[in-house]
């Protein structure tokens, strides 16, 4: 089935760690690349995003992910979390042959992973 | 410059009742959607609309009723709300179909 994965779906971590989220997708073809974040009661912002060009892009806050084509993954990394990271994390993607096909699902999202900081 | 609003914030409603959730937008967007998230599912869309004047079922939408008012705004319907439909609510908007979508702040509904 067409989907979205996140393996993590609960992430602890101390301050100063590195951090590296895991995202799979199972389409084909030209894709769009997501990820948001949402902090503790509020609503999912923009993380970062692949459109194209260059596979490493950088986000706000320090965040980057990597699209490695040939894997159909784009995870995320930060190499010194914050307690401030304290979120949870949703990778998401736009198949061009399901937004323009006509399908139900323009933009699939992963169940999401939770991640906690301590100070 | 608001983004993306949305009403209420808070909803009870006991089962059968109906309410409208409102949306908008002032980023001039084309694109407009209603997600619901549930815990350990993601989000999932309800319904989208692609652009003004049109409106298609997204991966969950029984239940659910949409109108897209004008280019700034799109409202979601419960006609006779049921317990299975208690969940957060979001809109979002984008400019195009594939482009990033901006969220608003949720509204989080309890059907009893």
């Known amino acids: 089935a067409q989907s979205v994965s996140q393996h993590n779906h609960h992430v602890i971590l101390s301050e100063a760690a590195s951090l590296e989220l895991g995202c799979n997708y199972s389409?084909?073809?030209?894709?769009?690349l997501f990820w948001y974040v949402q902090y503790p009661g509020q609503h999912l912002q923009l993380l970062l995003k692949?459109?194209?060009?260059?596979?490493l892009v950088k986000g706000i806050k320090g965040f980057e992910a990597e699209f490695i084509k040939s894997k159909f993954s784009f995870n995320l990394r930060k190499p010194s979390v914050q307690w401030s990271d304290t979120a949870e994390y949703f990778c998401a993607v736009t198949p061009f042959s399901l937004a323009y096909g006509g399908a139900t699902n323009k933009l699939i999202f992963g169940t999401g992973t939770l991640l906690a900081v301590q100070p | 410059n608001a983004g993306v609003t949305q009403t209420p914030k808070f909803q009870v409603l006991k089962t059968g009742q109906s309410m409208t959730l409102q949306c908008a937008q002032d980023?001039?967007?084309?694109?407009m959607y209603w997600y619901r998230q549930d815990p350990g599912m993601g989000l999932r869309l309800i319904y989208y609309?692609?652009?003004?004047?049109?409106?298609d079922k997204g991966e969950v939408p029984n239940g659910y009723n949409v109108s897209r008012l004008n280019k700034r705004e799109f409202s979601l319907r419960l006609e006779s709300a049921a317990p299975s439909q208690t969940s957060v609510y979001f809109c979002a908007s984008s400019e195009y179909i594939t482009d990033t979508q901006y969220f608003g702040p949720g509204t989080r509904l309890t059907v009893l």
């Open positions: 692949y459109f194209s060009g260059d596979p």
């Open positions: 980023m001039n967007h084309n694109s």
């Open positions: 389409y084909g073809g030209t894709v769009n």
């Open positions: 609309s692609a652009s003004e004047g049109t409106t």
